[in-house]
């Protein structure tokens, strides 16, 4: 069974900065070869793509609301995904949600919630005016 945890959510004023982390497990398996990403949702929107990091960590895309704000990387030895974000506004506030491609070594887009079969809980980030 796969597991994704997010850890780092909560309240921080705009301007401030919040690291969000995911640990990903399961058994028998490594995540190291597969493509991970965050995504978010605010009550009312759909889900919507926030950044995500290739397999190899040599590529990571953002969506443009985020760009130059928020970081991802990856540590495939631990098998975990963070995602620092800088610079924060009240509009960043929502769930957000560690996720997992099964397949390894997809090369394609991963800015599509298609694209990832695992899903974290998810976990509240409130950004304060």
């Known amino acids: 069974q796969v597991q994704l945890v997010e850890s780092g959510g909560g309240l921080v004023q705009a301007g401030g900065s919040l690291t969000l982390s995911c640990a990903a497990s399961a058994s028998g398996r490594t995540f190291s070869t597969s493509n991970m990403g965050w995504f978010r949702q605010t009550p009312g929107k759909e889900r919507e793509f926030v950044a995500a990091?290739?397999?190899?960590?040599?590529?990571?895309y953002y969506a443009d609301s985020v760009k130059g704000r928020f970081t991802i990387a990856r540590d495939n030895a631990k098998n975990t995904v963070s995602l620092l974000m800088n610079s924060l506004k009240p509009e960043d506030s929502a769930v957000y949600y560690c996720?997992?491609?099964?397949?390894?070594?997809?090369?394609?887009?991963?800015?599509?919630?298609?694209?990832?079969?695992?899903w974290g809980e998810g976990i509240l980030v409130t950004v304060s005016r």
């Open positions: 990091i290739r397999w190899s960590a040599g590529r990571a």
């Open positions: 996720a997992a491609d099964r397949r390894q070594f997809y090369s394609g887009d991963l800015s599509s919630q298609e694209t990832m079969n695992y």
